[in-house]
Nanobody
Framework: QVQLVESGGGLVQAGGSLRLSCAAS????????MGWFRQAPGKEREFVAA????????RYADSVKGRFTISRDNAKNTVYLQMNSLKSEDTAVYYC??????????????????WGQGTQVTVSS
């Protein structure tokens, strides 16, 4: 049973930083692609970033490129999202997701098989 547990969300002022964590368990994730998505009230869930666990190659949404960094720690089975220079428009529930096919760094939510429960990030202006 795959479990993804996010943590690290909270309230931060605009321009500040947060680091989200996603602890993964229940499988060997070396062949997976891991992603971060976010959903603001009244909006669709949107892609933020993805990383291929084995090679560490990454992909980002244009809206976060240069501000957010996705990484993974193999020993801890954990994926991180370092968020810097936060803006009010980054306010959303952030979700960790896992794509077991591991073929592409997909931006579409339906490519991902497993999801965490989400963690709230609120950026005050």
């Amino acid at each position: 049973q795959v479990q993804l547990v996010e943590s690290g969300g909270g309230l931060v002022q605009a321009g500040g930083s947060l680091r989200l964590s996603c602890a993964a368990s229940g499988r060997t994730f070396s062949s997976y692609v891991m992603g971060w998505f976010r959903q603001a009230p009244g909006k669709e869930r949107e892609f933020v970033a993805a990383i291929r666990w084995s090679r560490g190659d990454t992909r980002y949404a244009d809206s976060v490129k240069g501000r957010f960094t996705i990484s993974r720690d193999n020993a801890k089975n954990t994926v991180y999202l370092q968020m810097n220079s936060l803006k009010s428009e980054d306010t959303a529930v952030y979700y960790c997701a896992a794509d077991r096919s591991g073929t592409y760094l997909s931006t579409g939510r339906y490519a991902y098989d497993y999801w965490g429960q989400g963690t709230q990030v609120t950026v005050s202006s």
